[in-house]
């Protein structure tokens, strides 16, 4: 390679201009149109100044006829206009030269802004202004108020919107008989409506997203994603893996030996998953159910799948005390079949770990259940059949297609799994490139939760009826969000409830875990209470998915103010797992944020996890929700998954549709929605 010259012209740097839109999500033309006003301000009419309404915002078009700088109580200028029908007073608490001339007596100005009563009469603070002569035409279109950035103003922004309606393709994709089917706006005219909406236009309508200019826009993001989603899922399916077909053998000994019957729905998610398994194709599939729906056993019989066509299946959890119950859960139901499982994590001893990382590696082990240690470089899972990926949002995009990259030539068959219930329009919209089982319904036994909401000053009242719990031969968690004091948070410690539990109820056994805990002493404290060793669990949200002690039927949740909604819904689950009734009382400090009310009344109203879900995505956003940020799927800007519904299924059927008919209005809708910006999109 030629070594660069003194001559070499250097790499060209982008414009501060260019810096400031890439961070507004600007790369072109195109972005530029796409956009749009987060809301309009009405410069098309001037209302006299005895005539504008307080509190309203209002354009005047007055004449300046004073104006000083004051020092009381601050540095200010302060101006006086006057039109024919009376005064109006506009302060600036930060000006510059150029302001204190536009505004010299005798001048013409147009304010615009909101009129409210101050010292002097009625006054404009820091309004828009604009030098004008008298009688000077007015706006014909609303003016559109842009999100913006720092160093780019309102105005830059709409000059820059008018240069891209000169440049950009305004071609509209989508064919004319679709379009007219659908009964859709035309493209280009939706775009102009909104980048300079007439005077007359529907305000209301514009700013809530309810008109047809908008309905196009928000078609055509859902369009593109699930275009570029079905894409994905298309792609996957040319790659080869292994076909495992369903020998039942080990899978048939595994459900005679079960002392439980799988409900309708779990057999009928081993059927989807074993037709996938049999494939040529990698299964891409998420099992989600609610808590206690029974995953494990679907997980179970899939991996054994896997073994019975002679390859490996690996399981991994996001915690160790998830991934050691479903290692201590798959032993259980195997071992009496004569099939040993392999558990591998990052606290174990190195000459244990190396011993199983050779049985990994030799294929000896053909099923392995392990953490994050499973995609470490140092073990091999050259025969991996099956992976599957438990609780898989809290996984980033690139650890949970890690355990796919330890297979040469071929791609594994993947099984991710989650607790949280992932509501209609989400799955529908960002995982659109992905098979779907759900799990709705529970297995017979469960008894129901009863949900409890209790002030925290009522604390006395709780630890009461832990003693009466625990006194009737049951087991209770008191759980805590925190391990050490905050200063700024102020919550009660796990630390700090341990001891007051342990002196308050010296007849019981306490036992405190959380995250800090060396993973053997977390063993050895989560083992005394499966055995009723310990009969009160103080723990923090470690216990959050995978504990299952069907003696445990109350559990405290200490702050739940401050815990999110699926985590609510998460912890309240790990009680209700056997015959006897089971409560969950959520301690509360007042006084309560509007949001943590909303969490709490949710989670009081109802145990159905579909419904919790549906109400977290409302309160959360798709982004928070499932992790969108680290999926590989582009957030929807525009389209909202509650409004919108019936526009999610109309762009579903239309992708399927331009992908087979019309390749080239496919290609054309990805480049203007996400344009070179690969890496926005699923791998």
């Known amino acids: 390679m030629k070594a660069a010259t003194p001559s070499s012209k250097p790499a060209k740097q982008p414009s501060v201009l260019t810096g400031r839109l890439h961070k507004l999500g600007i790369y072109n033309d195109a972005d530029m149109l796409l956009h749009l006003p987060m809301r309009y301000e009405d410069e098309t009419r001037i209302t006299p100044i005895a005539a504008a309404a307080p509190g309203m915002p209002a354009q005047v078009e007055a004449e300046v006829e004073h104006a000083e700088v004051t020092f009381r109580p601050r540095r200010q200028l302060v101006v006086k206009l006057r039109d024919g029908s009376g005064s109006l007073i506009l302060r600036f608490l930060n000006f510059y030269p150029s302001i204190q001339k536009m505004l010299e007596p005798g001048r013409w100005v147009r304010a615009f802004g909101e009129i409210r009563s101050g ?3 009625d006054e404009m603070i820091h309004p828009r202004l604009q030098a004008v002569t008298l009688g000077e035409a007015l706006p014909q279109s609303l003016t559109p108020i842009y999100p913006a950035t720092a160093g780019l103003a309102q105005s830059a922004l709409r000059k820059l919107v008018i240069r891209a309606f000169e440049r950009a393709s305004l071609v509209d994709h989508l064919p004319e008989a679709l379009r007219r089917s659908l009964k859709l706006a035309g493209w280009e005219r939706s775009l102009r409506y909104l980048h300079q909406p007439p005077p007359d236009a529907r305000l209301g309508a514009l700013e809530d997203r309810s008109h047809p200019a908008w309905r196009r826009i928000k078609f055509d993001e859902l369009l593109t994603q699930q275009i570029q989603l079905r894409r994905a899922y298309i792609e996957r399916r040319a790659h080869a893996a ?3 077909p369903a020998l039942g053998l080990l899978t048939a000994r595994l459900i005679d030996a079960l002392p439980f019957a799988l409900t309708g729905a779990q057999r009928r998610a081993v059927d989807e998953v074993a037709r996938d398994l049999a494939q040529a194709w990698p299964m891409q599939r998420l099992l989600q159910g609610d808590v206690g729906s029974g995953k494990t056993i679907v997980a179970a019989l899939a991996m054994l799948q896997a073994a019975e066509n002679g390859l490996q299946a690996a399981l991994m959890a996001p915690t160790e005390i998830l991934a050691e119950q479903h290692y201590r859960k798959l032993s259980g139901w195997l071992l ?3 099939i040993e499982v392999v558990w591998l994590s990052g606290s174990q001893k190195k000459r244990e770990r190396t011993a199983m990382l050779e049985k990994i590696a030799s294929g000896e082990a053909l099923l392995v259940v392990g953490t994050h240690a499973l995609i470490e470089d140092t073990v091999v899972l050259e025969k991996l059949g099956l992976a599957v990926v438990d609780e898989q949002h809290r996984f980033g995009v690139r650890q949970r297609l890690a355990l796919r990259e330890k297979v040469v030539g071929r791609l594994p068959h993947m099984l991710m799994m989650s607790a949280t219930p992932i509501p209609r329009t989400l799955a529908m919209s960002y995982m659109a490139d992905l098979d779907v089982s759900v799990l709705d319904e529970l297995p017979p036994g469960r008894t129901p939760i009863v949900t409890k909401l209790v002030a925290d000053s009522r604390r006395d009242e709780v630890i009461a009826r832990v003693r009466d719990a625990c006194a009737e031969g049951r087991q209770a968690y008191w759980v805590c969000p925190l391990i050490e004091e905050s200063e700024t948070l102020q919550l009660q410690t796990a630390v700090e409830t341990f001891e007051t539990l342990s002196a308050e109820l010296a007849e019981l056994q306490v036992g405190l875990v959380h995250g800090r805990l060396k993973p053997a002493e977390k063993a050895e404290v989560m083992d005394a209470f499966v055995r009723n060793d310990v009969q009160v669990l103080v ?18 949740i200490e702050h739940a103010e401050r815990f999110g909604l699926a985590q609510l819904h998460q912890l309240r689950g790990r ?13 509360y400090a007042q006084p309560l944020s509007q949001n943590g009310r909303e969490r709490l009344k949710a989670i009081y109203e109802t145990t159905d996890g579909f419904e919790i879900a549906r109400r977290d995505l409302h309160l959360r956003g798709p982004g928070e929700f499932i992790g969108a940020r680290q999926s590989g799927v582009p957030l929807l800007r525009y389209a909202d998954l509650e409004q919108d519904v019936d526009l999610i299924e109309i762009a579903r059927q239309a992708a399927e549709e331009l992908q087979a008919r019309h390749p080239e209005a496919a290609d054309a809708l990805l480049a203007r929605w996400y344009g070179g910006r690969a890496e926005l999109l699923r791998a």
Do not use: H, Q
Not at 575 to 587: D, E, K, M
């Open 242 to 244: 292994a076909r495992l």
């Open 575 to 587: 009680v209700g797992r056997g015959a006897a009734a089971s409560s969950c009382v959520l301690v």
């Open 336 to 338: 009496p079949l004569g």
């Open 539 to 556: 723990a923090t949200t470690v216990i959050e998915v995978g504990v299952d002690v069907p003696n445990a039927s109350l559990m405290v």
């Open 119 to 121: 010292f002097w009469g």
